[in-house]
């Protein structure tokens, strides 16, 4: 398993999930990479207190909360903010265009019409 480089969901910066911390995750049956960068994780994990380190269920039911980074629009190219940090290589787009390629396009199929049973040969014989 070779290292693997990971954008931290809280700063945005990339680190590394080393080999040795995915065998470690790998044994502990995780199966998420982590989302966030050590320090950050750290950050956390002091914000937490009573310090109980790995409670037995994987409860983790923190909503992250979202913020945004200013980015633009890859189609219109209008100022606009997205949840997430712009990594450069994949298109941003502002919400209206998101909004016209996801209904976009793909709409108007005439397809699923077949409904009836009358085709396949299982027929009740009286
Ligand atoms: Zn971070
Ligand atoms: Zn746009």
């Given at each position: ?20 911390e995915q065998e470690f995750y790998a044994q502990r049956g995780f199966t998420n990479e982590p989302s966030r960068c050590p320090s950050c ?86």
């Amino acid at each position: 398993m070779p290292d693997k480089n990971l954008i931290c969901r809280d700063c945005g910066t990339s680190f590394v999930f080393t080999e040795g911390e995915q065998e470690f995750y790998a044994q502990r049956g995780f199966t998420n990479e982590p989302s966030r960068c050590p320090s950050c994780r750290a950050a956390r994990k002091t914000s937490r207190e009573g310090g109980y380190a790995g409670g037995g269920g994987g409860g983790g039911y923190e909503r992250p909360r979202r913020e945004m980074h200013p980015a633009v629009c890859s189609q219109c190219g209008k100022q606009t903010e997205v949840p997430f940090v712009p990594s450069g290589d994949k298109p941003v787009y502002c919400s209206e265009c998101f909004e016209t390629k996801r209904s976009g396009p793909s709409r108007g199929g005439d397809r699923g019409g077949d409904r009836g049973g009358d085709r396949g040969g299982r027929q009740r014989r009286w």
